[in-house]
Nanobody, 115 residues
Framework: QVQLVESGGGSVQAGGSLRLSCAAS????????MGWYRQAPGKQRELVAL???????NCVDSVKGRFTISRDNAKNTVYLQMNSLKPEDTAVYYC?????????WGQGTQVTVSS
């Protein structure tokens, strides 16, 4: 069984920063791509950023220059550093990990940005 534990969400004012973490544990034999998605109220879940096992990153245009995704393979952990936060970044953030045979989702962590 695989568990993903997210942390780091919270409430900040616009312009502030937060760092999300997602640690995987359990029967993970290998981890390929890791990523972060978000879902705002009344909207579909959308991709925020991805990082491959080789360290290549990609992110949605709306967060480029503000968010940075990284990973620590020794700790099976993916991070999302979020700077210059905007009210439109308010959402539940979910981590996603692609294992050898299937993907796994975190439980979600709320990020609220006030103006």
């Amino acid at each position: 069984q695989v568990q993903l534990v997210e942390s780091g969400g919270g409430s900040v004012q616009a312009g502030g920063s937060l760092r999300l973490s997602c640690a995987a544990s359990g029967s993970i034999f290998s981890i390929n791509t890791m990523g972060w998605y978000r879902q705002a109220p009344g909207k579909q879940r959308e991709l925020v950023a991805l990082i491959t096992s080789g360290g290549r990153t990609n992110c949605v245009d709306s967060v480029k220059g503000r968010f940075t995704i990284s990973r620590d393979n020794a700790k099976n952990t993916v991070y999302l550093q979020m700077n210059s936060l905007k009210p439109e970044d308010t959402a539940v953030y979910y981590c996603y990990i692609e294992g050898a045979w299937r993907g796994y989702w975190g439980q979600g962590t709320q990020v609220t940005v006030s103006s």
